[in-house]
C-alpha cells in the first residue's frame, strides 16, 4: 500500500506510474507479439481479419477497464481518508456491479453480433474468421471485468507492483497459448481469442489468491456486501460509468472510423491495425501517468489536500509533455522499420499509410499528453461530467469527420480525424480545471485545506 497524500508528489507520480507503465508496455507488446505470430502462421488475410474486428474488442476494454477505474477512485477516496471499512465496502461493491454490468452487456453484444460486424462493414472474404474471434474475445469479457475490478483496486491503495506482476504473467500465458494454439494445433484465428481469454482466467485466479493473502483490507465477507449503502452504490455506479463511456464513446468513434477503414480494401486494414498498435505503445506514458493522477488526485481529495493536488497535476504536464519529444524521435526515425518488424509484410501500399499515419499524428501528441492528465485528474476530484463531455466532443468529431474526410482524402482523411478532434475536446477540460483552481484558491485563503 502507498500512502500518495504525503512525500514529494513528482516523485510520487513517477514510482507509482512506473509499473503501470511497463505492465501496459508488456500489454501492448503482447498485442504486437500477436500480430506477428497470427501473420507468420496464417498470414495478411488472418491479420486483416483481425484487424477489422480489433476495435471492437478494444471498445469493450476500454469501457470496462473505464468502469473499474471509476469504482476505485471511491476506493482511493476512502483510503486517503483513512476509512478502512469504506475501502472493503468499495471494493465489494466495485465486485457485484461490475460483474452485474458485465453479463448484461455481454450478453447483448453477442445477441447482436451479426448486425454489429455487417454495420463495421466487414469483408465477407474474412467474414467467418472475423466473427469467430470476436465471439470468444467477447464472451472473454465476463473474466475481464473481474480481472479488471481486481487491478484497478490494488491501484487505488496505492500498489501498482501487483497489477505489473499480474500483466506479466497474463502476457506469457497469452504469447504461451497463441504458439501453441496457432503454432501446434493449427486452430485458425479463434486460437488467438481463446488463448487470451485463458491467460486472463488463469491470471485472475491466481491475482485474487495473491491479494486476499497479501491485504486484509480485500477479505471479505458477506456482510460487506449488505453493507454497501445505495448512496455509495450509486455513487460508484456514476463515477464507473462516467469514466466507461468516457472511454466508449472514445473506442465508438475508432469504431465508426474503422469502418470506413474496412472499405478502403486489406492493405489499409492492416495499416491502420498495425499504426494504432505502436500509437497505443507510444502513448502507453499518457495512459501511466492518466491512471496515476486518477489515484493521486482521488487520494488527496478524500484527505482534502488540494495544494498537492495541484502541484501533482504540473509534475503530470511535465513528465508526458517531456515524452512527446522521444515519441518524435522515435517515429520519424524509425516508423516504417517498425510496421514491417511488427507485421511481417512486404507490402508497400500498406507500409506507407501506417508510416504516414505515424508521422502526421504524433506531431499533436502534446494534446493527447494533456488530455490523459487533465480527464483523470478531473475524474479523481469528483468532477464526471466535463470528461464524459470531451469523450462525446471526441466520438461527434470521429463520427462527422469520418462520413466527410474519409470519402473525399481516402487514407489521408483518416490520419486527419483525430489531431483535428484533439484541438476540440481538449476545450472543455482546460476550462473545468482552470474553474477547479479558482476554487481551490479561495478555499486556501478562507483556511479550509487540511
Known amino acids: 500500500m502507498k500512502d500518495m497524500t504525503k512525500g514529494s508528489p513528482a516523485k510520487l507520480i513517477l514510482a507509482f506510474a512506473i509499473p503501470i507503465l511497463i505492465g501496459s508496455l508488456l500489454q501492448k507488446t503482447y498485442s504486437i507479439a500477436d500480430t506477428r505470430i497470427v501473420g507468420t502462421y496464417l498470414g495478411d488475410r488472418a491479420l486483416a481479419a483481425v484487424g477489422a474486428t480489433t476495435v471492437l474488442s478494444s471498445l469493450f476494454n476500454g469501457f470496462f477497464t473505464g468502469i473499474a477505474n471509476g469504482f476505485s477512485i471511491m476506493t482511493a477516496q476512502k483510503f486517503g481518508a483513512k476509512d478502512k471499512k469504506g475501502v472493503k ?93 496457432l503454432g501446434y494445433f493449427h486452430t485458425g484465428v479463434w486460437g488467438a481469442a481463446a488463448a487470451t481469454v485463458l491467460a486472463q482466467a488463469i491470471t485472475s485466479v491466481i491475482c485474487a489468491i495473491y491479494m486476499l493473502q497479501k491485504y486484509d483490507i480485500f477479505r471479505l465477507v458477506p456482510a460487506d456486501f449488505r453493507e454497501c449503502s445505495g448512496a455509495m452504490m450509486r455513487s460508484m455506479l456514476a463515477t464507473g460509468l462516467s469514466m466507461g463511456f468516457m472511454n466508449s464513446l472514445i473506442g465508438i468513434g475508432s469504431l465508426i472510423l474503422q469502418t470506413a477503414v474496412n472499405g478502403l480494401g486489406a492493405s489499409y486494414i492492416v495499416a491502420q491495425s498495425v499504426a494504432r498498435k505502436i500509437t497505443e505503445v507510444l502513448m502507453a506514458v499518457f495512459v501511466a501517468v492518466g491512471n496515476t493522477m486518477a489515484v493521486y488526485c482521488g487520494q488527496n481529495y478524500g484527505a482534502e489536500k488540494y495544494s498537492r493536488i495541484r502541484k501533482g497535476i504540473h509534475a503530470g504536464y511535465m513528465i508526458t509533455c517531456s515524452w512527446c519529444i522521444v515519441v518524435l524521435l522515435i517515429v520519424y526515425t524509425s516508423a516504417a522499420l517498425l510496421v514491417q518488424l511488427i507485421t511481417g509484410s512486404e507490402d508497400p501500399i500498406m507500409i506507407d499509410a501506417a508510416t504516414k499515419y505515424l508521422r502526421f499524428d504524433s506531431i499533436l501528441y502534446v494534446l493527447v499528453a494533456v488530455i490523459f492528465v487533465l480527464r483523470n485528474s478531473l475524474q479523481g476530484i469528483g468532477d464526471r461530467i466535463t470528461p464524459l463531455v470531451s469523450s462525446g466532443i471526441e466520438m461527434a468529431g470521429k463520427v462527422i469527420l469520418t462520413y466527410t474526410l474519409v470519402p473525399a482524402f481516402l487514407y489521408d482523411g483518416v490520419i486527419w480525424v483525430e489531431p483535428i478532434v484533439w484541438i476540440v475536446m481538449i476545450l472543455p477540460l482546460i476550462r473545468s480545471m482552470r474553474e477547479w483552481n479558482r476554487r481551490i484558491d479561495r478555499k486556501i485563503r478562507l483556511g479550509k485545506e487540511k
Open 89 to 181: 465496502t468499495s471494493f465489494a461493491g466495485a465486485l457485484l456491479l461490475g460483474m452485474i454490468l458485465a453479463v448484461v452487456l455481454v450478453g447483448i453484444t453477442l445477441l447482436c453480433m451479426n448486425p454489429i460486424l455487417h454495420f463495421m462493414k466487414v469483408p465477407e472474404e474474412f467474414y467467418q474468421d472475423a466473427s469467430g474471434y470476436i465471439r470468444i474475445v467477447i464472451a472473454g469479457m465476463l473474466i475481464t471485468m473481474i480481472y479488471d475490478v481486481l487491478l484497478a483496486s490494488a491501484r487505488a491503495i496505492g500498489d501498482s507492483v501487483t497489477p505489473l506482476l499480474t500483466l506479466t504473467l497474463s502476457v506469457l500465458l497469452n504469447i504461451l497459448g497463441d504458439i501453441i494454439l
